[in-house]
């Protein structure tokens, strides 16, 4: 179903992702911050996967968790504790039907404001080719 | 306008099942739709399963014979794995086993479909069942036979976790050993068993075989169906439920067929209705030429009478006895009325008392070796055993790493599916004459399944 | 001379484990019958629809239902049954949280119904056809109620009072669930019965169960050997205890078998395989995409494992095929 606005849950973690996110904003990168809707944790450990699943329950296209890159996690290990779900998290959409195109994991630095744009403006192309998930 | 007679559900069985009779203009019996209305769906579901859990999700397919299942399913991965059990393994699988018929047998006889013969026809509908057997034959029965299920389902817990679930089961063994301490209490069970399979014989001779209403029922073409048999059995043709080749008889008694797990393709097939979820199963090297009795048909049967009926006896002695006293008094073999399931089903029971006394006493039971670790590579698998209710076969294919990639099913009662829908069929065309139905009619022609012990869950899973 | 209470027992698409439980109630079943009135319990008594559409809403005062909701039909005996009845209790975990028949919903019902009856190796059905779905007509015969597009557990299509769980429960649970209710010891709506905590705080096992549960690799059950004695958990077998309602006397453990979770999670959890998830990813001793990505790569099924008892009622319900 061609011509459908993906909409992607984007877990932002207080100390580094957010700042990045919020980089991208004031430096003006482009990225399509109307597919977007973001979500400040105070850490992307906290994320519990139940979210992520209720997140595409409600009707997200996709969803990313983006912490702090190894080493730089305010709470030392919160984000290696996220990492540890996501190959299981993974297999478990899969199995359920979403394909891994909808949902990463992934690490931007507070300033970083062009991964973020990156990042979130890959996602949004990929699945703006694929259509609602729940036609996928 | 087509007059109906819907029996909605059926009762006294496991699982679903309806059926509804069509008279035609004069009040015969036109037709009899045997329905049974659930569907699960594991021939697919479990693909993607990893094997070792195989087991425990499979025996899912029916909580009354779990036990079956799950030793189908061990078997399955045995031949998937390519590993050999050890023989303590075997001794411990075949011991639930064994067990577990013993006391699923009684659970039909005295709760399911026995009532039937036991507290005789009447036209109370309300009693036939567990209460009214225990008002007819005493209070003091009632207590025996449960304290001895108890006893008999504890003994299955003792090496599998429980009778309800059990879980011991793995490729090449079992989780856990028997302790020699536990020795004496299973031969203690064993013993008792034994004591109470005789008294049920016992009280099926006086309550039943001197019953002038049973006797005669046995003779009535309307429970008489003139089948093939099927059923495993020993290197000595005598019936086996844990391990052996699969052995089918004709109408006539002659040997018809025999072979072992990896072939089953070859001689079973089955096939599909519109109006029920379970398939009927019928023999490949006959063809099936629609609901019909006679060698020219390839319905068939399974279970009590049909293992009795497919072996040339029984590997323990007071069972043989038995084996031979019933086909005395009906008259030589195979004997084709479906009555006589009940008296066949007792026969199993001492049997399986025997065996499980027997098993109670060999050295390997306690043997610490339980396991032996898979060392092939998994790619396909054929584990048959008898469930009480008949043959039962696991089949199952993985990838390299023992996801199931495909499976196929082929359960126990399903095999009895064309038997039951002619027993079914002849029975309703017996007994409802000019339209007229009462209850007591409508219990004459459930008595024509019930016999079976069917479960359908089972049968469609 | 007070009335008995009246009881019903009926099953949806289940195995007929959860009527075992109940006949293993023994001698309590005998209790039963003396205390109450069984006016439908199919499995044991030859109590038909007709007598069940004749009893006035609410006359029965307690209802067992066990199995889940696969087939329309069925869906539509728990809302008879749930007006007949002053109180339901969804009865074992196919009922509680859709079951091990839930695992039809990774796959849809095409799919399903085309495996088995036109795939299959042995059988033989040139014309394809499938049964069910239809009303009837003189081709197909009696009618035969279709399959729901998902599997759903009780409390999806009526209102549920008390749950008992287990796949079965074990007896003494249900015995106790029933005395409560025949006693006037009404739990508050919507209680699960069972343990307050985990499995591990009743296991056996537990005293050799480590704070802290660090693994470089999980093993699968048929490829290693394990302790007797010890906690699965630190020796690479995953047990799901941790995250599964105690209340079982822990039978799986006791035959050396680990827990598999057929009691589902606490009130806490609203996802069980969520739940199963996190605890087994905290136990991953690695910090590298990679190496994690190995570890976790040895656990061959995780949809089926950690929602082997409750796709239908996990946040995405299994997946495939329209939401309800």
């Known amino acids: 179903m061609q011509g459908v606005e993906p909409k992607i849950i984007v877990f932002l973690c207080h100390w580094c992702s957010y700042e990045g996110a919020d980089a991208a904003g004031r430096g003006r990168k482009e990225f399509p911050s109307g597919n977007l809707r973001e979500i400040r944790v105070m850490c992307s450990g906290r994320v519990d996967p139940r979210l992520v699943l209720e997140a595409f329950r409600l009707g997200a296209d996709g969803v990313l968790i983006l912490g702090c890159a190894p080493g730089d996690c305010h709470y030392k290990r919160g984000n290696i504790q996220a990492l540890k779900r996501i190959p299981l998290l993974e ?28 990042i979130a403006g890959e996602m949004v192309e990929r699945l703006r080719g694929q259509g609602s998930k729940n036609h996928a | 306008m087509t007059r109906r007679i819907i029996i909605d559900p059926i009762t006294r069985l496991e699982g679903h099942g309806k059926i509804e009779i069509r008279l035609g203009s004069g009040g015969q019996v036109d037709r009899a739709f045997f329905q049974v209305p659930d569907f699960r769906g594991f021939e697919k579901f479990c693909e993607g399963r990893a094997a070792e859990e195989m087991p425990t999700l499979t025996q899912k397919i029916c909580g009354v014979c779990p036990t079956a299942h799950h030793i189908a399913s061990v078997k399955a991965l045995d031949d998937l794995f390519d590993v050999e059990p050890t023989e303590a393994a075997k001794k411990i699988r075949e011991l639930m086993h064994t067990a577990f018929i013993y006391e699923d047998h009684l659970l039909h006889f005295f709760y399911l479909g026995g009532p039937d013969i036991l507290v005789g026809s009447d036209d109370k509908r309300f009693g036939k069942n567990i209460f009214g057997v225990i008002g007819k034959l005493g209070e003091r029965i009632g207590e025996e036979v449960i304290e001895i299920r108890k006893r008999v389902r504890g003994l299955n817990a003792l090496v599998s976790g429980s009778p309800l679930y059990p879980v011991c089961g793995l490729p090449g063994g079992v989780s856990k050993p028997v302790p020699e301490e536990e020795r004496i209490g299973i031969k203690e069970i064993a013993r008792d068993a034994l004591a109470f399979a005789r008294r049920c014989l016992k009280i099926f001779e006086e309550e039943v075989l001197e019953s002038r209403e049973y006797v005669d029922l046995t003779h009535l073409d309307a429970y008489s169906l003139e089948t093939y048999y099927m059923g495993m059995v020993d290197g000595n043709n005598r019936v086996s439920f844990y391990d052996g080749e699969i052995r089918i008889v004709d109408p006539e008694g002659g040997e018809f067929e025999k072979f072992g797990a990896i072939d089953y393709l070859h001689h079973l097939e089955e096939r599909v209705d519109t109006w029920s979820y379970m398939k009927t199963l019928y023999l490949k090297g006959v063809g099936w030429h629609g609901l019909r009795e006679g060698k020219e048909s390839g319905l068939y049967r399974v279970g009590p009478l049909a293992r009795l009926n497919a072996s040339e006896g029984l590997a323990t002695p007071l069972a043989q006895q038995e084996y031979e006293r019933m086909f005395d008094v009906c008259g030589g073999k195979p004997v084709h009325n479906t009555l006589v399931y009940h008296w066949a089903r007792l026969i199993e029971v001492l049997y399986a008392a025997e065996r499980m006394g027997e098993i109670a006493v060999d050295d ?98 | 001379m007070p009335e008995k209470p009246k009881i019903a027992l009926y099953w949806c698409s289940g195995c007929g484990g959860c009527e075992e439980s109940v006949i293993d109630l023994s001698e309590d079943l005998l209790e039963l019958q003396r205390r109450a009135d069984i006016v439908f319990w199919p499995v044991a008594l030859d109590s038909r629809l007709k007598d069940l559409e004749a009893l006035g809403n ?87 109620s279709g399959l729901t597009d998902k599997v759903m557990a009780l409390d999806q299509v009526i209102d549920v009072d008390y749950y008992i769980p287990g796949c079965p429960p074990p007896p003494e649970l249900v015995g106790e669930a029933v005395w409560a209710v025949l006693e006037g010891r009404l739990p508050e709506k919507g209680f699960v019965f069972g343990d307050r905590k985990t499995l591990c705080h009743t296991c056996p096992r537990l005293d050799s169960k480590p704070e802290q549960i660090s693994l470089k690799g999980f093993k699968r059950v048929h490829e290693t050997k394990w302790d007797m004695e010890k906690c699965f958990l630190p020796q690479g077998v995953i047990c799901l205890g941790p995250a599964t309602r105690g209340g079982c006397d822990s039978r799986c453990i006791q035959a050396n078998m680990p827990c598999r979770g057929c009691f589902g999670p606490l009130e806490t959890m609203e996802d069980h395989g969520a739940g199963i998830l996190s605890f087994i990813a905290s136990m991953i001793d690695a910090e590298h995409e990679d190496e994690i990505r190995r570890i976790t790569d040895a656990i061959p099924d995780p949809g089926g494992l950690f929602y082997r008892y409750s796709a239908p009622h996990s946040i995405l319900g299994g997946g495939k095929g329209p939401r309800t």
């Open chain 2, 364 to 461: 390997q039971l306690t043997d610490p070796e339980i396991r032996n670790i898979p060392v092939q590579s998994p790619r396909k698998g054929v584990g048959i055993c008898e469930a009480p209710r008949g043959t039962l076969i696991h089949h199952y294919e993985t990838d390299e790493a023992a996801i199931l990639k495909r499976l196929n099913l082929l359960v126990a009662t399903q095999n009895n599916a064309g038997a039951i829908s002619l027993s079914v069929l002849k029975a309703a065309r017996a007994f409802i004459k000019e339209g007229r139905v009462s209850d007591l009619i409508l219990n004459r022609i459930e008595m024509g399944y019930r016999a079976y012990d069917p479960c359908m869950a089972c049968a469609t899973h």
């Open chain 1, 91 to 118: 297999r478990i959409l899969q199995q359920n039907g979403i394909n891994n195109d909808r949902f990463k994991f992934d690490s931007v630095s507070a300033g970083d404001g062009e991964k973020y744009a990156r």
């Open chain 3, 58 to 144: 609410g006359e029965i005062d307690l209802t067992l239902i066990n199995g889940a909701i696969r087939l329309h039909e069925q869906a539509h005996m728990a809302r008879l049954l749930r007006r007949k009845s002053k109180l339901v209790v969804a009865h074992g975990t196919c009922a509680h949280l859709g079951g091990i028949v839930g695992l039809g919903n990774f796959h849809s019902v095409p799919e399903i119904l085309a495996r088995s009856f036109r795939e299959v190796p042995t059988v033989k059905n040139p014309g394809g056809i499938l049964p069910g779905g239809f009303k009837e007509d003189s081709v197909r015969g009696p009618k035969l």
